[in-house]
């Protein structure tokens, strides 16, 4: 493709190492790629709240397409653009499925306030019992009924030492006309957004107003929760370690996240 308009980077497992960095290398490739005025997005399913570490490793403040495209957010001002979510008769509705088709299943959900660190919602809410698939400081324990009562962006089905594309394939065919399945760890964790959103939706919502279009766009990622974006771009790079499903919807496979993938392929353009 020509030169990219927009770059649109998942996070985890793609932009950052396994040590949670960026490297001299990719920092050097995306600035050069902003400088040249080519617009820079993260597209995460990370929660608002854990865009930070993102942005100081990036040395710049980036548009974020959070909760797999639930959630614009601008870091530069702490400010949650909008945001889709589950309404709490949806949410009832997919609670009772996860629980009766994945028993002992936990259940959790994400919310959002005004900005990342609204103190005034809670936005880590789980039900008692529920297993944490990695350190999460920021869980408030509710009652089942309380985990209910409020719109989320997404509900998080957790069973320690399941597969989570398992739980996935055992839900699909009773999810699918109210929310969409998706998932970025294999270990006994999905994640239920609501219908029709996805990375691309959310990379779309900051590329259109731009005028900017699909083939246009490079979009990099590694995960299930990628395959939207990395099939609705112009370019859609899976990393060389990336799940099958990722391989499969991209045009092409870069390096892993450990070699520079993102920044062997901007290199092209900004050498």
Known sequence: MNRPLLIASDVDGTLLDDDEKVSTRTRAAVTA?????????????RPPRWVQPVVDALGFAPMAVCANGAVLYDPATDRIVSARTLTTDVLGELADIATRVIPGAGLAVERVGKSAHDAATPQFVSSPGYEH?????????????????APAIKLLVRKAGARSSDMAAELADHVGHVADITYSTNNGLIEIMPVGISKATGVAEVAEPLGITADEIVTFGDMPNDVPMLQWAGLGVAMGHAHPAALAAADEVTSTNNDDGVARVLERWWA
């Open 33 to 45: 790629a902003v400088e040249s005025g080519t617009e820079f997005l993260i597209a995460t399913g």
């Open 133 to 149: 698939a990695w350190l999460n400081p920021d869980n408030t324990e509710v009652s089942f009924e309380d985990l209910l009562s």
